[in-house]
Structure formats: structure tokens, C-alpha cells
């Protein structure tokens, strides 16, 4: 079973849309990251959430930790073709448990 | 300000050989993890290493997979007898804490195996 549950697995969107990625799981985490990953390369960090509601932003990119630190989401808006790549939850349950990676998105954005 | 490096990018081993993957971490890191990547699939943790301790190894196979990080030296992961089903990319992360305390995971660009 997966412990980090990514949705869409796929999604190819039109330069300039808006879109949200969710990151779900019954598990509560310590804290969450979210990292991009292009081909022939490794994840790339974007942001690490800590607390439960907690909202980062990062330019067009908008992180989210649920209240109950299970789940998050990604928002971009207003999308470019350089957004194009896999986008990667992780999280840590607590102590020294492994950060654990969902399978990820993988985002198109078509000019 | 280099980061972390593995090597090789590409490795292409007939099945019955052994693979060894080499990872350094970034300067003042001293946690390195190993992960595996198959196509459409997440990172999947394998092993967690201080230097010259194996800290968690609870995602790696029993058999034929072995992992260190000398006092001195890259960290290895090490294949025996290679399979087709360990043909894959192979990360290796690095961090100053372990990610208990919410350190984030530097990358490598990761190794590809392929088995014949």
C-alpha cells in the first residue's frame, strides 16, 4: 500500500491555466515536502511544510498542510511550459522514520 | 559548490554480475540515504547511513544488497548478482540532519542500472 496518495497522476494542461495537485494520506506527518523532478535528474527540493494549515508561497506555486497534517496540496497559477516536470510529495511520520514519497504527478503545461 | 555526486550516470551489467553504485555527499553533510526509482513509480526508500553506520536498512532486500559510508570515501551500494528486476535509476540524498528533524533530502542525479 501507498502511504502518500498523489492525484492526478497525470495532467496536461494549456499555457496560462490554473491547476491544484493533492497529496493525501490516512497517516499524520510531521511535516511534508514537496520537490520537482525533470528527466535524467533528482528531486529538486520546492518547500518543506511544518505546521497543520500552514501556507507557503513560492512565486506562482502555493503549498498547503492540512489542519490535520495528513494531506497537501500544490497550486500553481497561471502556468508556464518550465513548470512542465513530476511533482513529488514526501513526508516524515516522526523520529527518524524515512521520508516516504508518493508516486507523483506529472504535469504538462503545453504553450 | 558542487553537490551531490554519484556515478556512475549509467551502468549496464549482464545478469549474474555485481553493480556498485558510488554516492558523495554534499561538503558537511553527514546522512546519506539511498533510494530507488522505477518508471512511473515514486522514490522508494532503501537505506540510511551515517558515517561508518547503517542507521535503518528496513527498505532493502535481505539478499544481494549491501550499502556503507566509510570514515573516508563515497558511499557504496553494492548489487550482487545482479537481476533484470534491479534494473532502475538509484538516488542518493544527503542532508546535514537526519530528516527526523525535518531536514530536507539534497540529490544526486542518480545512477541507471540496466541488466541484460
Known amino acids: 500500500t501507498q502511504l502518500l496518495e498523489q492525484s492526478p497522476q497525470f495532467l496536461s494542461i494549456q499555457e496560462g491555466e490554473n491547476l491544484t495537485v493533492y497529496c493525501n494520506s490516512s497517516s499524520v506527518f510531521s511535516s511534508l515536502q514537496w520537490y520537482r523532478q525533470e528527466p535524467g ?3 529538486v527540493l520546492l518547500v518543506t511544510v511544518v505546521t497543520g494549515g500552514e501556507v507557503k508561497k513560492l512565486k506562482r506555486l502555493t503549498f498547503q498542510f ?12 497561471a502556468a508556464q511550459p518550465g513548470d512542465t516536470g513530476l511533482y513529488l510529495c514526501a513526508g516524515v511520520e516522526s523520529g527518524n522514520t524515512p521520508l516516504v514519497f508518493g508516486k507523483g504527478t506529472r504535469l504538462s503545461v503545453i504553450a | 559548490n558542487a553537490g551531490v555526486m554519484q556515478n556512475p550516470r549509467h551502468l549496464v551489467r549482464r545478469r549474474g554480475q555485481e553493480a556498485r553504485l558510488r554516492c558523495s ?10 533510494y530507488r526509482q522505477l518508471p512511473e513509480e515514486g522514490l522508494k526508500f532503501m537505506v540510511y547511513l551515517q558515517k561508518e553506520n547503517i542507521i535503518d536498512e528496513s527498505g532493502m532486500p535481505k539478499e544481494r544488497f549491501s550499502a556503507e559510508f566509510p570514515k573516508e570515501g563515497p558511499s557504496i551500494l553494492r548489487i550482487q548478482q545482479v537481476v533484470r528486476g534491479d534494473s532502475a535509476a538509484y538516488f542518493c540524498a544527503s542532508s546535514p540532519l537526519s530528516t527526523g528533524g525535518n531536514s ?13
Do not use: C, Q
Request: net charge positive; no cysteine; proline share 8%.
Open chain 2, 25 to 34: 555527499p554534499m561538503k558537511g553533510h553527514s546522512h546519506v540515504y539511498w
Open chain 2, 104 to 116: 530536507p533530502l539534497h540529490f544526486g542525479n542518480g545512477t541507471r542500472l540496466t541488466v541484460t
Open chain 1, 41 to 43: 535528474e533528482g528531486p
Open chain 1, 66 to 77: 492540512g489542519d490535520a497534517r495528513k494531506d497537501s496540496s500544490l497550486h500553481i497559477t
